[in-house]
Every structure is written in structure tokens, then in C-alpha cells.
């Protein structure tokens, strides 16, 4: 049994090329959208943060040594503009020479993966450069800026969390060798003992190792985004081959139906069917032939439902016409012989067979042929009620060896007036709601009805669906060949 999570696998394996060129476009799009958001945001912020520190140096009482108890002003400007052009022209570069260039997702990656490491890193650096004295405030002013630029690229690009930590995670990372290698060398300059040094350092390492659940919230961020996409891509793609297969399937059942013979009648005959398929294509089929003297009528069905059995059917149209022209005018012992040779050479390998009969009457004389490979009985009615079985003279087609289908062909009279009904196991197979079988049965039942002899397809097709609730779950193939004489003049007219 086919589980939700095989399914989901295995649209994953089937939609892969698709799903790749969407993550292409879609990255390609998200990265678009950070370089210039990031460019704003730098514009925005850097600016402003200029513009008050010259405010507080040139408007304010305050001396500008005043203005920050860890650094001047001036040098905080100095930094601030050389931080601020370095990042806009990183990030620019990356904007307008390098992504432009980019086609696939894992080009795209890594050009993301190196703009944002190379942009933390300077940050990393600046800081440290920036807070000779005061090593503390790196802990808690470049760490953190570290988190907001992975909050801030995981809002926009679709990366997995781990790709948004191997981009982030070397700054982070470095900053914690900045802050040891300030500690150990402090304790050299100031003579302090190992084991201060040591608890320090555990401290620090304790710290930076807890801190690290603030790249989570930008992680959840990437899972939750990537599996959401994942999933409506998949949704939307299973609905659009969908709708493109019951669109395709139409198609095929218009070719199909093509293979088909129309219903015909004229002064000696009048040949009807009906054909419920359990899906919009099946496996089951009927051939008619009207010659002057002879008419020949076929039904098979073959194993399996749907498309497959169609495609089977195909084959077995294209055979039998080549049966019919190579042999022209034989009787159903040498066409149920050409196809079981053919089903046994050709179908058998593959696990597929049919069962079919075949009936051919003599318009003349009414004698009627009949070869019956495993399927179920026909039936003749004749005008006054009487019924005679049409069963089974061979095994079904494909079942043996080539040398093994063995075929008797069996002969009787048909009278005029007299009706000659088929069908496929379809009917017989129908199942009520309380799990019985409609069977062979009921179906002489329903032969012996002599209200069904009037209109025997459309009464035997309607009752084996209400039988089944309309619930098939098989091919339902009705066909119905009526003797007529001239004084018969009870036949509905035929389309």
C-alpha cells in the first residue's frame, strides 16, 4: 500500500528538474532583492549615523571626546565612513558586476555564501580595530551585528539553515578567537595567574557556545520557508500534470474510441453497443464486420484497466486487421488462432492476456460460428423466449505456449428474430454495496427476461451499474447482434 509519504517522495524524484530551475529563478530573484535592500539599509543607517555624530561634534557644548565613554567621535566618524564606503562598494560589486553572471542556484549560492562572509568578517575585523580597549564591547556589539545580518539574509535568500550558517558562521567564529587571544594576552601583560586566564577563557567560551541559539531563529526561518515552497511547488505541480493528463487522456480516449466500430442496421441486422470504461480509457474492445453474405462480431477483453489495457488494445486493433487482410473471409477458428499465436509471442512475456469471442453468422443460412477463449458466455434469445449459451471452446489468449492454444469452434443455427448477446466480465464482476457479485447467475436471469431481448444493451449495461451503486471497478463492454426478418419492426432506431 502506497503511503502520503511514498507519494511526497516520489513527486520529490519526479518533479526534481522542475523543481530545480524554480529554486534558480526564485534565488536568483531573493538575491536580487538583499543586495538592494541591503544597499538602503547601509544608505539609511550609515548616513544617519554620520550626520549625528558631525551634529554632536559642531552643534553640541559637548567637547566630541565626550562623546562616547569607549571611543572619540572623530575616530568613530573615520570608521563609520571607511566601514560604510567599504560595504556599499562590496556590496555593489556583487550587485552589478557578479550576479548578472549567475545562472544556477549553486552559483548563487556561493556568490551569497562570499558576500556575506566577507561582510561579516570586515565587521568582525572593524570592531576589533575599533575597540582596542574595550574587548568586552565586541562580545556584545560585533557578535550581535553577526545576528542581524544572518537574520537579515535568511529573511531573503531560500537557503538551508546550514548554508546560512557556513556563510555567517566563520565570523562568528573568529570574533570568538579575537575575544580569547585579547584575554590571554591581557593575563601575559598583567602578570595574571593560569588559573584566572583559564576560568576566562571557559567563561567566554561558555558565553559565545550559549549565544549561538541566536542563529536559530534565521534557521527556522529557512526551513520553514524552503519546506513550505517545497510543498506548493509540488502541490502545483502534481495539479498541472494532473489537469495536462486528464487533457492528454481525453485525447487518447478520442483516438480510442476511433478504433471503434458505429452501430448498424440495416434490413438483416442490427449490431448495438455500449462501452463504460472504468477509467476514460480501458482494455476492453469490440469488432464488427458486415460483408453481403457473412457478419463477423468480436469481443476481448484484455487484463488490466486504464491506459495500459488501452495501449494493449491498440496492438490487438492493428492485428486483427492484419489477420483479416492476410486472411480475408476466415471464420473465428483461424482469427482466435492468429491472436492467441499473437498474444502468447509478443503479450504473455509481459503479463498480459485477454480473453475474447468470437461470432460470425451467415446471413443466408443462419449458421453461426463461435470461438470462445475464456470469456464469459454469450447468450442467443430467440424470439420465443428460448436461450442458448454461447461458452467457453479454448483457453484464454496468451495463457499457453504458441503450441499449446488448442481452439474448437462450435457451430449452431440462428433464427430470425432471433438476438445474440455479449458481454464482458465487467458486468458479470459487478459487485453490490454488500460485497456480492452480480455473476453468471443473475446473468441468465436476465437472459431469460423477455424484456431484456428488446433492448438488451442498454437494460444489461444499466443493471450492472446499478447493481454496483455506479461504483464499477472494471470495463463494462455490452454488445448485442440482432437476426431480423421482415416482419420484425420492433428495433429502436440506431445512431
Not at 120 to 147: D, K, P, R
Not at 220 to 244: A, E, P, V
Not at 328 to 334: E, K, M, Q, Y
Amino acid at each position: 500500500m502506497i503511503t502520503q509519504k511514498q507519494e511526497m517522495e516520489d513527486s520529490e524524484v519526479m518533479f526534481e528538474g522542475e523543481y530545480a530551475i524554480e529554486l534558480d529563478g526564485w534565488f536568483r530573484r531573493r538575491f536580487r532583492n538583499l543586495c538592494i535592500g541591503l544597499l538602503c539599509i547601509l544608505t539609511f543607517t550609515w548616513g544617519l549615523g554620520i550626520m549625528g555624530i558631525v551634529a554632536s561634534m559642531f552643534l553640541s557644548d559637548l567637547p566630541s571626546e565626550e562623546l562616547s565613554s569607549d571611543i572619540p567621535g572623530a575616530r568613530f566618524l573615520v570608521y563609520a565612513s571607511v566601514a560604510g564606503t567599504f560595504e556599499f562598494t562590496l556590496i555593489l560589486w556583487f550587485f552589478v558586476k557578479i550576479r548578472p553572471r549567475l545562472q544556477t542556484r549553486k552559483q548563487l549560492i556561493s556568490a551569497a555564501t562570499k558576500m556575506m562572509r566577507y561582510l561579516s568578517i570586515f565587521e568582525i575585523l572593524a570592531m576589533a580595530l575599533l575597540y582596542q580597549s574595550e574587548m568586552s564591547t565586541l562580545l556584545t556589539t560585533g557578535v550581535w551585528e553577526i545576528f542581524f545580518w544572518h537574520f537579515l539574509a535568511c529573511l531573503f535568500l531560500p537557503w538551508t539553515a546550514w548554508e546560512s550558517l557556513k556563510a555567517l558562521g566563520p565570523a562568528y567564529v573568529l570574533g570568538f578567537l579575537i575575544i580569547s587571544g585579547d584575554i590571554c594576552l591581557n593575563s601575559i601583560v598583567m602578570g595574571q595567574n593560569m588559573t584566572v586566564t583559564t576560568m576566562s577563557l571557559l567563561w567566554t567560551t561558555f558565553v559565545m557556545t550559549a549565544m549561538v541559539i541566536f542563529f536559530i531563529p534565521g534557521m527556522l526561518i529557512c526551513w520553514m520557508r524552503l519546506r513550505k515552497h517545497g510543498r506548493r511547488f509540488k502541490f502545483s505541480m502534481l495539479n498541472r500534470k494532473y489537469l495536462d493528463l486528464r487533457q492528454d487522456m481525453a485525447n487518447a480516449r478520442k483516438i480510442h474510441d476511433a478504433l471503434f466500430p458505429g452501430k448498424h442496421e440495416d434490413a438483416q441486422i442490427a449490431f448495438d453497443f455500449s462501452y463504460t470504461p472504468y477509467s476514460e480509457i480501458g482494455g476492453d474492445f469490440v469488432w464488427f464486420e458486415r460483408s453481403e453474405e457473412k457478419v463477423l462480431i468480436m469481443l476481448l477483453d484484455v487484463t488490466g484497466h486504464g491506459l495500459p489495457a488501452a495501449m494493449t488494445v491498440n496492438r490487438i486493433h492493428g492485428e486483427i486487421e492484419r489477420l483479416r487482410s492476410e486472411y480475408p473471409g476466415s471464420d473465428p477458428l483461424v482469427l482466435m488462432n492468429g491472436l492467441g499465436r499473437y498474444f502468447s509471442l509478443t503479450m504473455s512475456r509481459n503479463q498480459i492476456f485477454a480473453t475474447g469471442i468470437t461470432c460470425e453468422l451467415e446471413l443466408e443460412t443462419g449458421a453461426l460460428k463461435w470461438v470462445n477463449a475464456g470469456h464469459p458466455p454469450g447468450f442467443i434469445i430467440s424470439r420465443n423466449g428460448r436461450t442458448v449459451e454461447l461458452g467457453t471452446t479454448a483457453m484464454m489468449l496468451g495463457a499457453g505456449l504458441p503450441d499449446e492454444f488448442e481452439v474448437e469452434q462450435e457451430e449452431t443455427v440462428v433464427m430470425k428474430g432471433d438476438l445474440i448477446g455479449l458481454y464482458t466480465d465487467g458486468v458479470t464482476e459487478a459487485r453490490s454495496s454488500k460485497g456480492e457479485l452480480l455473476g453468471l447467475k443473475r446473468m441468465r436471469r436476465l437472459a431469460n427476461d423477455s424484456n431484456v431481448k428488446d433492448d438488451w444493451v442498454e437494460k444489461i449495461s444499466t443493471y450492472a451499474q446499478e447493481f454496483s451503486r455506479g461504483l464499477i471497478d472494471d470495463d463494462i463492454l455490452v454488445a448485442s447482434l440482432k437476426y431480423r426478418d421482415d416482419a420484425s419492426q420492433d428495433m429502436p432506431e440506431m445512431t
